[in-house]
C-alpha cells in the first residue's frame, strides 16, 4: 500500500471513530462546532498512532480511540490558537475558524468540550488495562499542558511582544512543546499500548516533531494558501523569528532533510515494519499543506 493511501485509510477510521463518539450528544451549536472542527485534516497524528500500534501487532480496532484523542487534543489547540486572543486567524483547512463562523465564546466552548473528548476516549477499555489506559491519559496530559503544548503557545505568544527575535535554540524549545509534544505522544502511543520500549520511537518523534515545523516554516515562506488552506507570512509580517529567518530557505531544508534521516535512524530495531514511519516523515518535509 502506498503511503498516501494509508493516510487516508487512517484519516477515515479517525472519522469513523469520532463520528460515533459525537453522534449521540445533543444537535446543540457547541456539538456542531465540536464536529465541524475535527472534520478534515491530514489526522498525522492520529495516523502515527495507528502506524506505532502496527510496530506491535496492535490492530487499529485496538488503538483508535487513542488515535482519535489525539486528534480531539490537537483540534481543541487549533480552535483557540485561532482565536483574536491568540493568533487571530479566519481561515483554517481552507473554511472559516470556528469563531468565525460561529463566535468567541462557542469556539471556546468547544475547544474545551474536545478537550474533554480527548481523556473519555482514551478511557476505551479496549485500549488495555487500568493501568496502560492511565499511562496513556498522564501522557497525554502531560504533552498538551504547561510542560509541553501550552508551555510552547505561551512561549510563542510572549515571543510576538518581545523586542527582540527569539534565538535558534529559543525556536526550537518553544516548538518542541508547541507541535512537537502533541507528535512524540502519537508515535510513542503504540509501544504504551504494547507495554514495550518507547525509546525509539521517542527518538524518531523528536526529530520528526522539530522536521515538521520547520516544514511550516518553509510553507509559510514559499506554499500556496489554497492548498495550505491557511492564511501565509504572518510570521513574516509579525516580524518574528523563524527557523526560515534564521537559516535561511536552502539551511532550512537542509535541516530538515537532516532531522528526517536522523528520525528514520531512530527505527532501525522495528526493521521492514518500519517503512510507513519512514514514508510518514519524508512526507512531513515534502508536503504541501
Same mark, same amino acid.
Request: with cysteine; net charge negative; charged share 20%.
Given at each position: ?57 496492535? &490492530? ?14 490537537? *483540534? ?81 505568544? &510572549? *515571543?510576538?511582544? &518581545? ?99 536522523? *528520525? ?26
Amino acid at each position: 500500500m502506498s503511503f498516501a493511501l494509508a493516510l487516508s485509510g487512517a484519516a477515515g477510521l479517525i472519522q469513523q471513530r469520532l463520528d460515533i463518539a459525537l453522534t449521540d450528544r445533543a444537535d446543540e451549536p457547541v456539538i456542531q462546532a465540536m464536529r465541524y472542527a475535527v472534520a478534515g485534516g491530514k489526522r498525522l497524528r492520529g495516523f502515527l498512532v495507528l502506524e506505532s500500534a502496527a510496530l506491535f501487532g496492535i &490492530a487499529p480496532d485496538r488503538a483508535i480511540s487513542a488515535a482519535a484523542a489525539v486528534e480531539c487534543l490537537h *483540534a481543541y489547540s487549533l480552535v483557540h490558537d485561532d482565536m483574536p486572543c491568540m493568533d487571530d486567524d479566519d481561515l483554517r483547512r481552507g473554511q472559516p475558524t470556528v469563531h468565525v463562523k460561529w463566535d468567541d465564546a462557542t469556539a471556546v466552548l468547544a475547544g474545551d468540550a474536545l478537550q474533554t473528548l480527548a481523556f473519555e476516549l482514551l478511557c476505551d477499555p479496549a485500549l488495555g488495562t487500568g493501568d496502560t489506559r492511565i499511562a496513556l491519559v498522564q501522557g497525554l496530559a502531560f504533552a498538551s499542558g504547561a510542560d509541553g503544548m501550552v508551555l510552547g503557545q505561551a512561549l510563542d505568544i &510572549a *515571543a510576538e511582544t &518581545a523586542n527582540a527575535p527569539l534565538s535558534l535554540d529559543q525556536i526550537t524549545r518553544l516548538q518542541a512543546g508547541k507541535t512537537g509534544a502533541l507528535i512524540r505522544w502519537s508515535a510513542e502511543a503504540g509501544a504504551v499500548i504494547a507495554g514495550a520500549d518507547t525509546a525509539p520511537l521517542r527518538g524518531y518523534a523528536t526529530a520528526l516533531g522539530l522536521a515538521f515545523q520547520i516544514a511550516d516554516d518553509i510553507l509559510d515562506e514559499t506554499g500556496d494558501e489554497a492548498q495550505t488552506g491557511k492564511r501565509l507570512h504572518k510570521d513574516a509580517q509579525a516580524g518574528k523569528a523563524t527557523f526560515v529567518s534564521l537559516l535561511g530557505l536552502d539551511g532550512a531544508r537542509t535541516k530538515a532533510r537532516d532531522l528526517v534521516a536522523e *528520525a528514520t535512524g531512530h527505527l532501525a530495531p522495528y526493521g521492514d515494519k518500519a517503512q510507513t514511519l519512514i514514508d510518514a516523515a519524508r512526507f512531513v518535509i515534502a508536503r504541501d499543506s
